[in-house]
């Protein structure tokens, strides 16, 4: 019997009433009458389509805690804000030619420097691998444990870390600041909220100082800034940095996680089941109860899991997430649940990691009898790394082979070429050449492809036999104007590749650059 083939018996059945029964017609009319929703009965749920989609924002007061996480947190937080604020003033001597600052972006001489390496804006490119190598380095991230960019090393988080650790210090721990919230304003409350917001507005203060001390020699920079002869970007900039760290770290916090930061929604759509997440692992915490409730359930021959439902996983975490409802968007997976869950394991004389690194497909495992199962190495994770790799000794081969001298050719536009008095042809052309090292150079320049042409470099009166003699200071480019001169006849409508060879006469190996000479 097929799934329909009750309904038109029914419909018969009701549309021919038994005796004492309504018909189908006032069925129907009845139905239009009567209200969906009984009188004084809750409507029905909206459906969760309907649901707004922004919720007011509920207060976070993490409460202080301590354990593995928290200190790899702690190490990661002084690492990386160390480097940030103090990097500027790390020196790195390149001789009297170039600055003396370790890392700089010099926009006046469109240089950017780290280190020994000096970039040159014909080398960006070294930028576009270095962005590969980050998304690719965020991706393998992502897929062997989850979301450990945002719990550990986005600036957001610890930014947000070092704002919730000052107002602990100045508000107190989560019990104390919440019973002062909910208390009128007194003078210490006042005095409390005006130190943490004085504090606050220092370190985003000086987070906005460090960023543009990246741009200038930071001890003139800094003299500069303190005597108001800094340039008005200067103190533009430091006060836009100011401002989105202030509210960004000490007001906003989560909501960027939660709402404004694309990242976890990319991650959501790169995982999958093999990557390690934060888990509560309800197999073993579930049933949940409180401790005596447990120890009872237990009497009794009843089942009952290691969660006793304190609720210290909720109260320390910075997003104010309930990790035992499963994932969630708003988890940062900053590990601190776990070490919330160990102290309290610990007391309880219960094993550690009841919160862990792990996945959904494990606790099935271990569901079903079966041992837990961490797969690292699979194709995802090899590919990243590869591309890693890959793109990682491309650029440090480019850097070890890195040229001192280069040379670049633009021909002229407008007009492509001249006939002289003689009848012989001119092209006009824009070379540049390029001399990247710390000295100053001269090199001959050539021209190969075009037989018996002549060769001029306005504005130069050296030769190094019929080769003109171009001197570029050290660190700079120099364009000049090159003038072609063919003396031979050339078939109508000709287009001769030609070469553009610089040869320095200091020693080293020839540059070249290829263009046309173009005929009537
Ligand atoms: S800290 Fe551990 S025991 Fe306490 S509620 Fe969270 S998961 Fe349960
Ligand atoms: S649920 Fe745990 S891991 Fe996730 S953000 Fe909160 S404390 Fe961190």
């Avoid at 081969?397 to 001298?405: G, Q, S």
Wanted: with cysteine; charged share 20%; aromatic share 10%.
């Amino acid at each position: 019997m097929g799934p329909g083939s009750g309904i038109a018996p029914a419909l018969a059945a009701a549309a021919s009433p038994q005796p004492g029964q309504p018909a189908l017609a006032a069925l129907v009319e009845d139905a239009a009458r009567t209200p969906l929703i009984p009188q004084g009965a809750e409507p029905f749920p909206p459906d969760d389509d309907e649901q707004p989609l922004y919720a007011a924002r509920t207060k976070v007061y993490p409460q202080r805690v301590t354990g593995t996480y928290r200190r790899a947190k702690w190490a990661i937080l002084f690492v990386t804000l160390g480097i940030y604020y103090l990097l500027p003033f790390v020196r790195w001597d390149r001789g009297p030619h170039a600055p003396s600052q370790a890392v700089l972006v010099d926009f006046p001489n469109r240089r950017f420097y780290f280190f020994f390496i000096e970039i040159w804006p014909q080398e960006f490119y070294y930028l576009t691998g270095l962005l590969i190598i980050a998304a690719m380095t965020l991706f393998l991230m992502n897929a062997v444990a989850g979301r450990l960019w945002c719990g550990y090393l986005c600036p957001q988080t610890v930014w947000t870390d070092l704002f919730q650790a000052i107002e602990r210090w100045t508000e107190g721990d989560r019990r104390e600041h919440l019973q002062r919230d909910r208390q009128p304003w007194t003078l210490e409350r006042m005095a409390r909220a005006g130190a943490k917001h004085f504090l606050w507005l220092m370190v985003a203060w000086w987070t906005g100082g460090a960023w543009v001390l990246y741009f200038g020699d930071a001890p003139t920079l800094v003299r500069d800034l303190a005597t108001f002869q800094a340039p008005f970007v200067a103190y533009v900039f430091i006060g836009l940095l100011t401002f989105t760290t202030y509210a960004l770290a000490g007001w906003m916090r989560e909501q960027v996680c939660v709402y404004m930061c694309p990242w976890p929604r990319i991650q959501a759509a790169l995982t999958d089941e093999y990557a390690l997440n934060v888990t509560y692992r309800y197999d073993r915490g579930e049933p949940r109860a409180s401790l005596k409730k447990a120890a009872e359930r237990r009497e009794q021959g009843l089942p009952a899991g290691d969660c006793i439902e304190c609720l210290q996983c909720v109260h320390v975490c910075p997003t104010g997430v309930d990790i035992r409802n499963g994932p969630d968007l708003g988890c940062i997976q900053c590990g601190l649940c776990i070490d919330a869950c160990d102290a309290v394991m610990k007391k309880i004389g219960r094993p550690a990691r009841l919160i862990a690194y792990d996945t959904d497909l494990n606790i099935k495992r271990r569901q079903q009898g079966l041992s837990s199962f961490y797969h690292i190495v699979r194709t995802r994770t090899v590919l990243y790394t590869v591309i890693i790799a890959v793109v990682g000794a491309v650029m440090l081969y480019a850097l070890a082979t890195r040229r001192n001298d280069a040379v670049s050719v633009i021909h002229d536009r407008n007009p492509l070429f001249v006939r002289l008095a003689d009848g012989s042809l001119r092209n006009a052309f824009a070379v540049r050449v390029l001399n990247k090292s710390l000295e100053a150079r001269t090199f001959a320049l050539s021209v190969s492809g075009l037989e018996g042409a002549d060769l001029d470099v306005i504005g130069s009166s050296s030769f190094s036999g019929a080769n003109p003699l171009i001197e570029v200071g050290p660190d700079q480019s120099r364009e000049v104007r090159v003038l072609v001169t063919a003396r031979e006849p050339l078939a109508a409508g000709a287009s001769v590749p030609i070469i553009f060879t610089i040869v320095p006469r200091t020693g080293g190996t020839a540059a070249s650059a290829s263009d046309h000479f173009i005929g009537p």
